[in-house]
């Protein structure tokens, strides 16, 4: 089975399990969907501020050479409940599949965790002290967030949304990911 095909079943099964949702529970999830973009735009915002993107430009973007494990079933979820039509990752080209010719496939608000919430050495010397406090602030708060999430379906989603499911193919998991209270 190749990365697009469990990618493919992957985000069929979610999407799924998303509509068959009830209501309280869609609810709380939408809550939660909303405070992650909140916090992400956020989180971008201090960064974009010393404007990286000339620091990118430079090392040709080697944070993002990798990545295809950083698409989260929780990032799955906040396109789900925004009703953000969602990207198609290129697999197989050596790259991060979340990179079109230019730029991240996804807007800031919607990229997964570790994306945005890393910076590397260049970018962060740039930062004043308080923005380099207001940013890991914006980290913690998402990694609540996130975990706010989890504990609504009793499930650990920060390994990738396509790690998520091919665990669940090697161990024949037959339950469905969101299985919620």
């Known amino acids: 089975m190749t990365d697009r095909d469990k990618w493919r079943q992957a ?3 979610v999407t799924s ?3 068959a949702l009830v209501p309280s529970l869609r609810e709380r999830l939408q809550t939660l969907c909303e405070s992650i973009l909140t916090t ?4 971008h915002a201090v960064t974009e501020a010393v404007s990286p993107a000339a620091i990118c430009a430079g090392c040709g973007g080697a944070c993002c050479a990798s990545g295809k494990y950083h698409f989260t079933v929780v990032d799955l979820l906040v396109f789900l409940s925004s009703g953000q039509p969602l990207f198609e990752p290129h697999f197989g080209r050596g790259l991060c599949p979340y990179l079109g ?10 990229r997964p ?4 919430t890393f910076n590397c050495e260049q ?5 004043a002290p308080s923005e380099v406090a207001c940013f890991y602030a914006g980290e913690r708060e998402l990694r609540r967030l996130y975990a706010g999430v989890e504990e609504l379906f009793g499930n650990r989603f920060m390994h990738g949304l396509l790690m998520n499911y091919e665990r669940g193919l090697l ?6 990911l969101l299985q919620g209270e």
Do not use: Q
């Open 17 to 19: 399990e998303y509509a």
């Open 123 to 127: 970018v962060e010397a740039l930062l």
């Open 11 to 13: 985000v069929a099964a």
């Open 101 to 110: 010719e230019r730029s991240c496939l996804m807007a800031p608000d919607y």
């Open 113 to 116: 965790f570790n994306c945005l």
């Open 40 to 43: 992400k735009s956020g989180v």
């Open 171 to 176: 161990i024949g998991m037959t339950t469905p």
